[in-house]
């Protein structure tokens, strides 16, 4: 390695260490070299370290954004004729929840939207979407190609974040070796191979509720809602809460960002308890909690949750003129079963072995009742 550039590499942590802003420019810069693995191990995660821990400006997380998708990001374009959404969360929040994000974006779908998720396995958390969709039997680990023709077919697909085969140089590998929260659970989920125009973006913290909007609007979304959602005893969630008020940054068509906070009441519901949406860390029992949600079977805390996440997928789609119309509209998809049958056209469009995948949904399925879920 280029003694040099380790000894300005470390200065630069130095400069992060002391709380000392970096450009867009330095942080891709920087950020590229722990791609190309130019730096030696311990530097790169104190990198990381350090600018988590300072607290990343918008043009931070641009920064390690740009160096991502140019240099690491098989790139696809889904022909659909709607607008392309993601829906994720960021992780890290001190409330560990059951994956509602994943649940909400199947309801969503099941309504019309056109979703191309990009998720990771859990790195903060006990089970990341990616973990729960692989349990329910989505092929997670299936090529770009795959996936953009599932989001053509049945209007929803996933990208692995740390697969290979989505980000084949150093991405996947810098994933695989880290187990806390950094900038990547922002910077490197908004490296979306379909680059979607249209988003809901949960977060972990309020603080970055602008940031992360002007970041979303400087790397070219027309419209967004950037999501954090209070708990008691001063936790927080990166979803729309149904326990406390949920502040949002709502990204415009004119480019203008706007922020406000709604509760619980605004939608007719009364806080639920704290227990009755974390999640018990077991990733079968919270498969089936899902399973449960999505069947119709549960119209508990759990329920309401998903219906209130899937309201502003519809909202930022165009689909709906509120978020109560479209927390209505997500109620009503699930006592369908239209839900259901969106997870099965899923995971026959997205996978490489369609009979087992259908076979493990159908398994589960058998077990819901006899499953007690609490």
Same mark, same amino acid.
């Given at each position: 390695m280029d %003694?040099?550039?380790?000894?300005?590499?470390? @200065?630069?942590? /130095?400069?992060?260490?002391?709380? &000392?802003?970096? /450009?867009?420019e330095e942080v891709k810069d920087c950020f590229s070299q722990i791609m190309r693995n130019e730096q030696p191990d311990l530097q790169q995660g104190a990198f990381m370290a350090a600018l988590t821990a300072k607290g990343e400006t918008a043009a931070e997380i641009a920064g390690v954004w740009e160096a991502i998708y140019e240099q690491d990001t098989i790139r696809v374009r889904p022909l659909v004729d709607k607008p392309v959404v993601d829906n994720c969360g960021t992780g890290m929040d001190s409330l560990k929840t059951f994956n509602i994000s994943t649940a909400a974006s199947i309801v969503a779908a099941a309504g019309g939207v056109v979703l191309a998720k990009h998720g990771a396995r859990a790195l903060s958390g006990s089970c990341g979407t990616i973990d729960m969709l692989e349990s329910l039997g989505v092929d997670v680990e299936t090529d770009v190609e795959t996936v953009k023709r599932s989001i053509e077919t049945v209007g929803i697909g996933i990208f692995n974040g740390m697969s290979a085969k989505v980000h084949p140089q150093a991405l996947f590998r810098i994933l695989s070796q880290i187990r806390f929260g950094t900038t !990547?659970? =922002? @910077?490197? /989920?908004? #490296?979306?191979? @379909?680059?979607?125009? *249209? #988003?809901?973006?949960?977060? *972990? /913290?309020? %603080?970055? !509720?602008?940031?992360v909007a002007e970041v979303m609007r &400087?790397?070219? *979304?027309?419209? #967004?809602?950037?999501?954090?959602?209070s708990a008691p005893g001063g936790r927080g969630m990166d979803e729309l809460s149904n326990l406390g008020e949920s502040h949002i940054a709502e990204l415009c068509e004119d480019g203008q960002i706007i922020k406000y906070s709604l509760s619980p009441s605004d939608f007719g519901l009364t806080?639920? !308890?704290? %227990? %009755? =949406?974390v999640t018990s860390g077991d990733k079968q029992r919270e498969t089936l909690r899902l399973l449960r949600i999505l069947s119709g079977n549960d119209e508990g805390a759990a329920f309401e949750v998903v219906c209130l996440n899937a309201a502003p997928v519809f909202y930022i789609a165009g689909m709906v003129k509120s978020l109560q119309e479209g927390y209505a509209k997500a109620a009503e998809i699930i006592r369908s079963g239209a839900a259901i049958a969106k997870l099965r056209q899923w995971i026959k469009a997205q996978n490489t072995n369609p009979e087992a995948g259908i076979a493990r949904l159908e398994s589960l399925l058998g077990e819901l009742d006899g499953a007690k879920i609490s």
């Open positions: %003694e040099n550039r380790v000894k300005n590499f470390g @200065a630069v942590i /130095s400069r992060l260490i002391s709380k &000392e802003n970096l /450009s867009r !990547l659970n =922002i @910077a490197g /989920s908004l #490296a979306n191979p @379909a680059l979607p125009h *249209y #988003a809901v973006r949960g977060v *972990y /913290s309020a %603080e970055l !509720l602008q940031p &400087e790397i070219g *979304y027309k419209r #967004a809602l950037v999501i954090y959602g806080p639920c !308890l704290t %227990e %009755e =949406i």
